[in-house]
């Protein structure tokens, strides 16, 4: 009689608790892939079959059409390469410059740390716009250089406050102070201990900066000429001259439809070939992810 009122005031026993939230989880789980997955079985299917709801498990009409215009393209390759190296470039100076900013920001006797944090949050909410920040990049000469591609934007304000707060969580007072009584400098303190020891919000950083590099096309279609476009750039000129050849064969009987169709079935493809590299490099960080986000979040 005990064992059964307790059961009735503890409430749900931890059975049928974890097979709530597994299959809450589950639903969460397709809900957010089922999208991705729904683009990628249309990127294998008859465009005409996936407009009229045939598609949704498996694909319908099997073909690899739209893979084949998209890889036809001579731009592709030289669009991959140019956006690993503008990902790996950017992603080292970009991660370099939130630890320069962060460490001293988590620092507690720094002169004018408050104001300095101040003017680095205001830059979260108010900048110059496109046509000041173009006028700076020309006239510093880095225009159509790789240098333009993360100079105007080096610093992320957000990662960096993310990153300040996992060192003052995560990085004793006490230790940087014995450091500093064994004649350790600021540059020998970060560089021995704070980095070692930041390794989870580090591949946070990592990870954040490399999506963001992966995926940026605008600044490219701003700086960069046709033969420095990352990939998503050149994705984006194959898809534009596709609809616009469908377009000027409106007037063309059955022209403007099978037109219309590769153009269709080209956007699938282009999606999936603009994403795959980062879904496949995700779940080899994904427990460094989860630890250094919630290592560096506010703590109350």
């Known amino acids: 009689m005990s064992g059964k009122k307790q059961g009735e005031l503890g409430g749900l026993s931890d059975r049928t608790s974890d097979i709530i939230l597994i299959i809450v989880s589950l639903i969460i789980l397709l809900i957010v892939a089922y999208p991705l997955y729904y683009v990628l079985v249309a990127s294998f299917s008859d465009p005409y079959d996936v407009y009229a709801g045939k598609t949704f498990i498996l694909p319908s009409k099997f073909t690899l059409e739209g893979y084949k215009s998209v890889f036809a393209e001579p731009n592709i390759v030289r669009g991959y390469a140019n956006s690993i190296l503008y990902t790996v470039v950017g992603t080292i100076f970009s991660v370099a410059m939130i630890y320069l900013v962060a460490y001293p920001l988590s620092v507690s006797d720094l002169p004018g740390k408050k104001i300095i944090s ?176 919630m290592a560096g979040a506010v703590k109350g």
Do not use: C
């Not at 496109?130 to 020309?138: A, E, F, M, R, S």
């Not at 960096?160 to 006490?174: H, K, M, V």
């Not at 390794?199 to 420095?228: C, G, H, K, R």
């Open 118 to 293: 101040i003017f680095f949050i205001i830059t979260m909410y108010f900048g110059g716009g496109l046509i000041p920040t173009y006028l700076i990049v020309q006239k510093t000469g880095i225009m159509q250089t790789i240098w333009a591609m993360f100079l105007p934007g080096g610093v992320a304000v957000s990662n960096a406050i993310i990153t300040r707060n996992y060192f003052e969580s995560s990085s004793p007072g006490s230790l940087k102070e014995a450091a500093s009584i064994d004649g350790a400098s600021h540059f020998r303190i970060f560089f021995s201990m704070i980095i070692p020891l930041s390794l989870p919000i580090l591949s946070v950083m990592v990870i954040f900066s490399m999506v963001a590099y992966w995926n940026d096309w605008f600044t490219a279609l701003i700086y960069m000429t046709n033969e420095q476009a990352p990939l998503p750039l050149v994705l984006r000129n194959i898809l534009i001259k596709s609809s616009a050849s469908a377009a000027q064969t409106s007037m063309i009987s059955g022209g403007y439809a099978e037109l219309n169709k590769m153009t269709e079935m080209i956007k699938f493809a282009s999606i999936i070939v603009a994403a795959a590299p980062m879904l496949i490099a995700y779940p080899f960080v994904q427990k460094y992810f989860e630890k250094g986000l």
